[in-house]
């Protein structure tokens, strides 16, 4: 069984451009997580999807947007990139008919936007 | 909206000691689930222990174990007989179900665990 992977594992970025990262959750997972670690902070909620549709959402502008595809891997999108957006970026997914609080953590993008 | 406070930036324990970090909490939820995750150096977040806030007990996995206080909103972990690899940073975390499994975060606790 292959844990949670994502990629890249580092990206630097210009402002204003757009980044996607991407997300293979663990197999048999059909949830995935998204959050963001700024320096220093805990993990901030961004959004949740299960079974490809948005399932929960936290205070984060519209220009993150997501995607979960049929295999379940996902892809966090954030377009006019901000200095602050500069981040590590998690990923957790949860498995089919689990217990909803089994999230399984990637190992992260570290985002650093100029 | 609920919050999650670790007033302990940084702990250190020498090798085999007993350490204790905190979490505090605010909720106006009765059913809710509190963790305690493990972020080593190498970034991945790895699930030490949890606790469903209906449950009275008090959670332990080997050599950690949680002092859930749900009055005092408090939700604290030890770690006995510390070892070199439980250096990492520690995250104390909310989740109320069915919001869209939303988890909430501390700052973090940074434990150095001294040879």
């Known amino acids: 069984e292959t844990g949670v992977t994502q990629s890249p594992t580092h990206l630097i970025k210009t402002r204003g451009q757009q980044v996607t990262l991407r997300c293979s959750s663990q197999s048999g997972h059909n949830t995935v997580s998204w959050y963001q670690q700024a320096l220093g902070q805990g993990p901030q909620f961004i959004f949740q999807?299960?079974?490809?549709?948005?399932?929960g959402r936290g205070n984060f502008p519209p220009r993150f947007s997501g995607l979960q595809f049929p295999n379940y891997s996902s892809e966090l999108n954030v377009n006019a990139l901000e200095l602050d957006d500069s981040a590590l970026y998690l990923c957790a997914s949860s498995p089919e008919g689990g217990s909803t609080y089994e999230q399984y953590f990637g190992p992260g993008t570290r985002l650093t936007v100029t | 909206a609920q919050t999650v406070t670790q007033s302990q930036p940084e702990m250190s324990v020498q090798e085999a000691e007993t350490v204790t970090l905190s979490c505090t909490y605010d909720t106006s939820e009765n059913n809710y689930y509190l963790f305690w995750y493990k972020q080593p150096p190498s970034r991945q977040m790895i699930l030490v222990i949890r606790q469903e806030a209906y449950k009275q007990q008090n959670a332990t996995e080997n050599r950690f174990s949680v002092n859930f206080q749900k009055a005092a909103k408090s939700f604290s972990l030890k770690i006995s007989d510390s070892q070199l690899g439980d250096t990492a940073m520690y995250f104390c975390a909310f989740m109320k179900p069915r919001t869209g499994n939303q988890f909430y975060f501390g700052t973090g606790t940074s434990l150095t665990v001294i040879p």
């Open positions: 999807y299960y079974r490809e549709e948005e399932n």
